[in-house]
C-alpha cells in the first residue's frame, strides 16, 4: 500500500486536509530556532519553539540529538513534528548541516505516528533550505519512510 507524494503550492502551516495532520521540519542539533521554517511555525503557534528549547535545554536527560522528534499538538487535529535532522547551522568542512540518515529516522518515526493516529503528513521541502540538502536525496527519503507505507504526504512549495 502505497501513496503519491504531492507537491503543491501553498504554505505548510496550512495543511491542505481533513483530518489529523501532522506538519514536519528539520531543526538543528544546537538549540538555534530563528531562521527559516521555524519563523512560519512560531508566528502561527508559540508551542513547537517552546518545546524544542525546553527539549535542548534538558538535552542531559533526554533523547535530544540526531534522529530524534518531538510530536507537539497545536490544536486537537494538528501536531507539529519537531525533526532534529540538522548538524549545526552552518556548511563547513563536513558539508552542509544536513544529516540524511538523521532526516531518515525521524520520518520513520513520524510515519509510525502518522499510521497509528490516521494523519497525513505535510511538510515544506525540508532539509533543502538552510540546512543545505539536496531535493534529489530527501524525495527518496520521503517515498521511503512515508509514501511507501501508505501516509499521504503533501509537500508545499511557497507560491
Known amino acids: 500500500m502505497t501513496s503519491m507524494l504531492r507537491i503543491i503550492a501553498g504554505d505548510a502551516t496550512e495543511p491542505q486536509a481533513k ?4 506538519v514536519a521540519h528539520v531543526c ?4 538555534g530556532w530563528g531562521k527559516g521554517f521555524v519563523l512560519a511555525l512560531s508566528k502561527r503557534w508559540a508551542e513547537p519553539e517552546r518545546d524544542y528549547r525546553l527539549w535542548y535545554r534538558g538535552r542531559a536527560g533526554n533523547d535530544f540529538g540526531l534522529g ?13 513534528a519537531n525533526m532534529i535532522g ?7 568542512s563536513n558539508g552542509p548541516p544536513i544529516r540524511y540518515e538523521a532526516v531518515e529516522r525521524c520520518l ?3 510515519a509510525e ?4 493516529e490516521g494523519a497525513s503528513v505535510h511538510m ?10 539536496k531535493w534529489e536525496r530527501i ?9 511507501g507505507r501508505g501516509v499521504p504526504t503533501t509537500v508545499y512549495d511557497r507560491p
Open 139 to 147: 524525495e527518496p527519503i520521503i517515498q521511503r519512510t512515508l509514501c
Open 68 to 80: 530524534a522528534v518531538r510530536l507537539v499538538r497545536v490544536r486537537p487535529d494538528l501536531q507539529v
Open 124 to 133: 515544506p521541502r525540508i532539509g533543502c533550505g538552510l540546512a543545505g540538502g
Open 28 to 31: 538543528n542539533d544546537r538549540g
Open 86 to 92: 540538522q548538524h549545526g547551522t552552518k556548511t563547513g
Open 108 to 110: 520513520t518515526v513520524v
Open 113 to 116: 505516528r502518522a499510521l497509528a
Open 19 to 22: 483530518g489529523a495532520k501532522i
